[in-house]
């Protein structure tokens, strides 16, 4: 059987998507086969344009009139158009695959989860991060209890393309739009690595900033006010008793997309930089330094897939290795991690910042 996939959103994550879909075949002969059937938007001439460079059959401009007649449906539109489409297509019984974070509120994630669980179809949150080899090699090695027990975490997330206040006003600058800032689009996958490699998070204290309250719309005169923070930092308590801190920024100049994981347990510690993201430092064996691990061996994650040992992949093989896992999960009525589940708590994390900000106390993570 072909699945028909739909997808919402041509433009980053619509082209990162539409590129796995398209290695599949080649790299993953086991992966279900799969049409890229239509594409969904509101501008006529730029979905078609898309479509062609795409690969995909056909372009809609309304969600609705897709979600029952396709066999997956793909929400990678900005993040205010996750919650009503992805539920409409649950309710349809379609499974969806969503970009993260889930949704712009806690409300709006609450209703996509519940969704799903009554939907009982593959319901997955694309935090592409938990698919690089060296993330998966670093879990493996945290289960086996290589490291002990894990005592810290720690997640930064920079970006520079804000530092310039110049620098167009765009969604994701928007409360609306967007829900939150640098916490909702970078931290929200710094909490779900944390909450894959060590566990629930309990409580935070978070603290939001915005640098520049005001950005020029792009082709005109005018301004919009940015109503989302900046920059985010938290301290966090695990329920296992571990200590985290999370940080995300835009204005951390010089940093491209630089996320950064380090984990602390009593026999070892764990180094992870998106930058060097075919390498994972492992100190262990009461050893004083790192060693560099090039997770690009045959029997490392995913890695029998591509190229021989030494063939260092990148950042859009992570989105393979996603759709791959996530396909599968819909071909064989599977289950797919992170789920929907998995969105909602990760966002559960993200409202506890919020509400630790705008209360200056520690506060609980909502259920926990
Ligand atoms: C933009 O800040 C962005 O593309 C995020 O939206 C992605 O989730 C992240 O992986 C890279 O940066």
Redesign the pocket.
């Given at each position: 059987m072909t699945l028909q996939v739909g997808v919402l959103g041509y433009r980053?994550?619509g082209k990162a998507h539409a590129n796995a879909l398209a290695r599949l075949p080649m790299f993953f002969p086991d992966a279900p086969d799969v049409e890229r059937d239509v594409i969904v938007g509101r501008d006529e001439a730029a979905l078609a344009d898309a479509a062609d460079q795409l690969g995909f059959s056909r372009t809609a401009t309304d969600w609705r009139e897709v979600v029952d007649e396709v066999d997956v449906f793909y929400n990678l539109g900005p993040n205010h158009v996750h919650a009503e489409p992805s539920i409409a297509a649950l309710e349809a019984g379609t499974p969806v695959f969503c970009?993260?974070p889930l949704a712009p509120t806690l409300d709006d994630a609450g209703e996509m989860r519940d969704a799903a669980r009554d939907a009982g179809v593959p319901a997955g949150n694309a935090f592409?991060?938990r698919f690089v080899p060296a993330i998966q090699y670093a879990k493996n090695l945290i289960d086996a209890g290589e490291i002990g027990e894990i005592r810290h975490f720690r997640g930064t997330y920079l970006?520079d393309?804000l530092v310039d206040p110049e620098a167009p006003w765009s969604w994701?600058n928007d409360e609306e739009l967007a829900g939150s800032g640098a916490l909702g689009?970078?931290g929200?996958?710094t909490v779900d690595l944390a909450r894959f490699l060590v566990g629930e998070v309990e409580r935070v204290s978070g603290h939001l900033t915005t640098f520049v309250d005001e950005r020029p719309v792009e082709g005109s005169d005018e301004t919009r006010p940015v109503t989302v923070d900046d920059a985010y930092s938290a301290q966090a308590e695990f329920e296992n008793g571990a200590m985290g801190t999370f940080e995300a920024s835009?204005f951390a100049t010089g940093h491209k997309?630089d996320?950064s994981i380090e984990v602390h347990g009593s026999e070892g510690s764990l180094r992870f930089s998106l930058e060097r993201l075919n390498e994972l430092e492992v100190l262990r064996d009461g050893n004083r330094g790192y060693e560099t691990v090039l997770v690009t061996d045959e029997d490392d994650p995913y890695v029998d897939h591509w190229w021989p040992p030494g063939h260092v992949i990148g950042w859009e093989h992570t989105f393979v290795h996603e759709n791959y896992e996530f396909l599968s999960a819909v071909e064989n009525d599977g289950e797919f991690e992170p789920s929907f589940e998995d969105g909602y708590a990760a966002q559960q994390v993200l409202d506890a910042v919020e509400r630790s900000d705008e209360t200056a106390q520690w506060v609980e993570v909502e259920g926990r």
């Amino acid at each position: 059987m072909t699945l028909q996939v739909g997808v919402l959103g041509y433009r980053f994550m619509g082209k990162a998507h539409a590129n796995a879909l398209a290695r599949l075949p080649m790299f993953f002969p086991d992966a279900p086969d799969v049409e890229r059937d239509v594409i969904v938007g509101r501008d006529e001439a730029a979905l078609a344009d898309a479509a062609d460079q795409l690969g995909f059959s056909r372009t809609a401009t309304d969600w609705r009139e897709v979600v029952d007649e396709v066999d997956v449906f793909y929400n990678l539109g900005p993040n205010h158009v996750h919650a009503e489409p992805s539920i409409a297509a649950l309710e349809a019984g379609t499974p969806v695959f969503c970009e993260k974070p889930l949704a712009p509120t806690l409300d709006d994630a609450g209703e996509m989860r519940d969704a799903a669980r009554d939907a009982g179809v593959p319901a997955g949150n694309a935090f592409n991060y938990r698919f690089v080899p060296a993330i998966q090699y670093a879990k493996n090695l945290i289960d086996a209890g290589e490291i002990g027990e894990i005592r810290h975490f720690r997640g930064t997330y920079l970006q520079d393309w804000l530092v310039d206040p110049e620098a167009p006003w765009s969604w994701r600058n928007d409360e609306e739009l967007a829900g939150s800032g640098a916490l909702g689009d970078l931290g929200a996958h710094t909490v779900d690595l944390a909450r894959f490699l060590v566990g629930e998070v309990e409580r935070v204290s978070g603290h939001l900033t915005t640098f520049v309250d005001e950005r020029p719309v792009e082709g005109s005169d005018e301004t919009r006010p940015v109503t989302v923070d900046d920059a985010y930092s938290a301290q966090a308590e695990f329920e296992n008793g571990a200590m985290g801190t999370f940080e995300a920024s835009r204005f951390a100049t010089g940093h491209k997309n630089d996320h950064s994981i380090e984990v602390h347990g009593s026999e070892g510690s764990l180094r992870f930089s998106l930058e060097r993201l075919n390498e994972l430092e492992v100190l262990r064996d009461g050893n004083r330094g790192y060693e560099t691990v090039l997770v690009t061996d045959e029997d490392d994650p995913y890695v029998d897939h591509w190229w021989p040992p030494g063939h260092v992949i990148g950042w859009e093989h992570t989105f393979v290795h996603e759709n791959y896992e996530f396909l599968s999960a819909v071909e064989n009525d599977g289950e797919f991690e992170p789920s929907f589940e998995d969105g909602y708590a990760a966002q559960q994390v993200l409202d506890a910042v919020e509400r630790s900000d705008e209360t200056a106390q520690w506060v609980e993570v909502e259920g926990r």
